[in-house]
């Protein structure tokens, strides 16, 4: 199955592009929920108060995943909706990501034109995935693939 539609939402929850991001508060604020013994508790946040979002964990919430959090499973999208605050790939609010779109449309053709063109892809990296995590997140290894054209078909001509 092709997943272009998808926009390659799968690989981003396990391997966002970005672990974390972070703001700082401007004024006195309140957030309404996440605080106290239950998560259910207002939070006050003085301002000058760093306050940060850790992708990479939030995109591991059972509750919201599943129990397999850690497996690359593209089909548990069939029956997982998870709300714009608890899968932010590209961030969420009035600061998100601004090339969002872009990225998806890229990302959604090329996988198109690659599966158009190749018959299969296969990883040959023989080792585990090493997160290199700086200024955006990328496997350690590289991304060692090879691309099997389709087999010809020979035509007769009459």
């Not at 990302?107 to 063109?117: M, P, T, V």
Request: hydrophobic letters at 35%.
């Amino acid at each position: 199955m092709i997943y272009a539609n998808l926009w390659g939402l799968p690989a981003l929850r396990l391997h966002p592009l970005f672990s974390s991001n972070s703001r700082v508060s401007a004024v006195d604020t309140i957030l309404p929920t996440g605080g106290g013994h239950d998560g259910c508790s207002p939070i006050f946040v003085p301002v000058g108060s760093k306050i940060i979002t850790s992708f990479y964990t939030l995109h591991r919430q059972p509750s919201v995943f599943g129990k397999d959090v850690e497996t690359f499973n593209p089909d548990r999208w069939d029956h997982i909706s998870p709300d714009s605050w608890e899968f932010m790939p590209f961030s969420h609010g009035p600061r998100s990501c601004a090339g969002r779109y872009k990225a998806l449309t890229e990302a959604s053709y090329i996988i198109g034109r690659l599966a158009d063109k190749y018959a299969r892809i296969e990883s040959q990296d023989d080792q585990p995935w090493t997160e290199d995590v700086k200024l955006v997140v990328k496997n350690f290894n590289g991304c060692k693939v090879s691309l099997y054209a389709h087999e010809k078909k020979e035509t007769l001509t009459c």
